[in-house]
């Protein structure tokens, strides 16, 4: 059973320079709702209550968001105003947050090592807040959840892009599961291939399903030429020594984390909703 989800969310958002100055990428809102409410919810919906936040310099409005605002509250208390914290305070009472700081922004695999002392020997959920995803019915990660139950290994999830876009992200190359359409046994990885070199047109994207074996890997993975330590590295060789699934994911994913992919989100959401703009 996945009790546990990890947020990396200590990231410096040099993409989305200067709004990510003092303000966490994660904490950006679509429409009125800050990237990493959607990714908690997300957790939420699949069962999940136990958030364990991966944060950093400059990263505290996270902690605020996610805890009770005295103040605030009584001053709206019993006005009209009460309902716009509804929401919020549902999702703080019904989760569990705790939090470690990435000392230094190694990159996504060493964030996710850094989360090792929140999880322990457990398989646990991955959500990168900034990739914002919105399924017809179950969430991303409910729906890995199921691939999980059936194959007990590290799972992740993938989409198609198009060729011209495969040097933004991790590639796989995997063989179709016998009686499925959507999952593959992952052959091999490649992160960020141009066009030319990329061995497929499936990309991972910012959910992950992991066992705790991946600690062990993370710890012996040298850095990039970048300095960043990358978890496809980890999960490759976790694919050679036992198993990874890739599984295409069934629902709409937004990059948030570039300003196109965050304009789109905005004007998914607000048509999705009927927000008159
Ligand atoms: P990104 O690759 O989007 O990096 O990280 P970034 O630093 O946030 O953004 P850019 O590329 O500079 O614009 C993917 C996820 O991994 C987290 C980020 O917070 C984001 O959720 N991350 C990345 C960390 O937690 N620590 C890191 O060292 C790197």
Redesign the pocket.
């Known amino acids: 059973m996945i009790k546990k989800c990890l947020f990396?969310?200590?990231?410096?958002?040099?993409?989305?320079l200067p709004a990510t100055k003092a303000v966490p990428?994660?904490m950006l809102p679509i429409l009125n709702k800050p990237l990493l409410q959607y990714g908690v919810e997300e957790a939420l919906s699949s069962g999940i209550t136990n958030m364990a936040v991966?944060t950093?310099r400059g990263k505290r409005a996270i902690e605020d968001h996610f805890d009770n605002a005295f103040e605030l509250e009584s001053q709206l208390n019993g006005t009209s105003k009460d309902h716009y914290l509804k929401e919020i305070k549902e999702i703080i009472k019904k989760s569990t947050f705790t939090y470690v700081r990435?000392k230094e922004?190694?990159?996504?695999g060493?964030?996710i090592l850094t989360g090792e002392p929140l999880i322990g020997e457990e398989p646990f959920a991955v959500i990168?807040?900034?990739d914002l995803c919105d399924c017809a019915e179950n969430g991303v990660i409910s729906q890995m959840i199921e691939v999980y139950d059936k194959y007990q290994c590290s799972i992740i999830a993938i989409q198609e892009v198009p060729m011209s876009q495969t040097s933004k992200y991790g590639i796989i190359t995997g063989d179709l599961i016998e009686n499925s359409d959507n999952t593959y046994l992952v052959t091999d990885m490649v992160e960020k291939p141009d066009e030319k070199m990329a061995p497929s047109n499936m990309a991972i994207i910012?959910r992950y399903i992991l066992t705790p074996e991946i600690f062990k890997i993370l710890k012996d993975i040298k850095p990039h030429k970048n300095g960043?330590i990358q978890i496809t590295d980890a999960l490759k060789i976790q694919a050679k020594q036992s198993k990874v699934i890739a599984y295409k994911f069934k629902g709409n994913r937004f990059d948030c984390?570039s300003v196109r992919g965050y304009v789109e989100a905005i004007n998914y959401f607000a048509k999705k909703l009927n927000v008159d703009v």
């Open positions: 990396p969310a200590a990231g410096y958002g040099t993409r989305f990428k994660e991966v950093g990435q922004m190694l990159g996504l060493h964030a990168l807040a900034d910012g960043e984390g």
